[in-house]
């Protein structure tokens, strides 16, 4: 009998890219591919840690797994299994333990566990002294329409409230002769849009040696981005989050000369103050942010940025709250992704006085998110009357009727009326109207 494997996925884009590899893996090697709400003989749970919530949800989903089939081998990877091993070893729910960098060793341990079940059931490595990139590819990604493609692991900046470098160890970036070998190959299954992501992608490639970075005149990820551009069916490349620092004139002009690289920069910010900035070791500075925002728009027509803003972080008066609120709204963001800062231990900011109350940081939160919404409305609103090219992802039913829904290359949602299967496809279409305040509403041409 087929033996069977569900799959969960908690946090980043990332890890779902990971997610796909381990699936992959594990269809290669016999096993049939269930939800994970049924029962299956093996569960696997890639974990998150980046806030307390992600903690407490990565916990909750190994324990319900093992309560689904006791009998099943319930593994825990990732983040949070690299932050916290000695918890996840003493838990009974779990069985296996498998950290960051090893996660391509998944079906072996499994393999090993059934046989004898007397393997070590820890392996969590010290990811700090990790040097090489684990490579894990995907034959097909769950959106059947884009495919996230992870070209770099860790971090070295250490950010004062993020662990992410602790759990996911310093810059190693993927081979990128690999990358485009991945991409082609999903280009030929049809896939028309790529997202590149990594925890630091803007870091992408600042980890070869120095005779390497010669050979690229530009900067590796331009580099990266351009070679994308020429490979056939590949109509639409866009990036994951982006740090200011990577911004400038040469690396802007490169990219903006290829064709199918989309227009949405997703600039993480975290906050408009100079003082709380400096303070979380974001090492820039509102007035540098600005700069890189102007400079991008220089080379591309109404460019849309999205952002992270954290709000509550500790010490944040409510005049550095204020000088947020005004900064943002002199951007003209999209979209802003609204969070409340959350102590994470073993960082800097952890250990900072003046820890911000909750009901603060909950005020605040829906302070900026009303302003990141108006913010959002009237950035569509310029969309209006406009011709713009979607690509179709999917068919929902709102408000009793049938529509296809997609993205423009500036990652604006609109939908259409349509009785073809237009799935996959890039269309043109007139934006006419709103069919809710996140959807646009437009007529194919």
């Known amino acids: 009998m087929i033996r069977t494997a569900a799959f969960l996925t908690l946090g980043c ?38 806030t307390n919530i992600a903690d407490r949800k990565s916990r909750q989903m190994l324990h319900q797994a093992k309560k689904r089939n006791p009998n099943a081998i319930i593994v825990a990877v990732g983040c949070y299994v690299q932050a916290a091993e000695e918890e996840l070893l ?132 331009a580099s990266l981005i351009k070679a994308i551009g020429k490979i056939p069916g590949i109509e639409r490349i866009r990036l994951g989050s982006l740090e200011p620092m990577i911004i400038n004139e040469d690396f802007v002009k490169e990219i903006a000369l290829v064709e199918q690289f989309c227009p949405h920069f997703h600039l993480s910010l975290q906050s408009g103050s100079n003082t709380v900035l400096q303070r979380m070791n974001r090492r820039y500075s509102a007035e540098e942010y600005m700069d890189k925002v102007s400079l991008i728009r220089k080379y591309f027509d109404n460019p849309a940025f999205t952002t992270d803003v954290i709000v509550g972080f500790p010490g ?45 940081k909950h005020q605040r939160s829906n302070v900026l998110t009303v302003t990141a919404n108006r913010m959002s409305k009237d950035y569509k609103d310029m969309f209006l009357g406009r011709i713009e090219k979607i690509l179709i992802e999917e068919e929902v039913i709102i408000k009793g009727q049938k529509y296809l829904i997609g993205h423009n290359e500036r990652y604006l949602k609109i939908a259409v009326l349509s009785k073809e299967n237009l799935i996959n496809r890039i269309i043109g279409v007139r934006v006419d109207g709103y069919l809710t305040d996140e959807v646009l509403l437009g007529e194919i041409l």
Not at 24 to 31: D, H, V
Not at 332 to 360: C, L, N, W
């Open 316 to 360: 944040e008066t409510d005049t550095e709250f204020e000088e947020t609120l005004e900064f943002v709204k002199s951007i003209g963001f999209s979209s802003i992704h609204v969070f409340k800062y959350s102590k994470r231990a073993g960082t800097k900011a952890a250990k900072m006085p003046d820890q911000i109350p909750e009901d603060t």
């Open 90 to 221: 003493k838990d009974s729910s779990v069985d296996l333990v498998v950290g960051n960098n090893r996660k391509s060793e998944i079906i072996r341990l499994i393999e090993s566990y059934s046989l004898q079940k007397d393997i070590d059931t820890n392996i969590v490595v010290d990811i700090g002294a990790e040097k090489e990139y684990e490579e894990l590819s995907i034959i097909s990604a769950t959106e059947k329409t884009r495919a996230f493609i992870k070209i770099q692991d860790g971090c070295n900046r250490f950010c004062s409230y993020c662990i992410i470098p602790y759990v996911r160890g310093r810059v190693r970036s993927r081979n990128e002769k690999e990358i485009l070998n991945e991409i082609t190959r999903l280009s030929k299954s049809g896939y028309k849009e790529v997202v590149l992501t990594g925890i630091h992608i803007s870091s992408y490639g600042t980890d070869r040696p120095v005779e390497e970075k010669e050979v690229h005149r530009v900067m590796p990820l």
């Open 13 to 50: 884009k990332v890890n779902s890219y990971e997610t796909e590899a381990i699936r992959g893996m594990f269809e290669a090697a016999g096993y049939g591919v269930v939800d994970f709400k049924d029962i299956a003989d093996v569960y696997v749970v890639n974990t998150c840690t980046v």
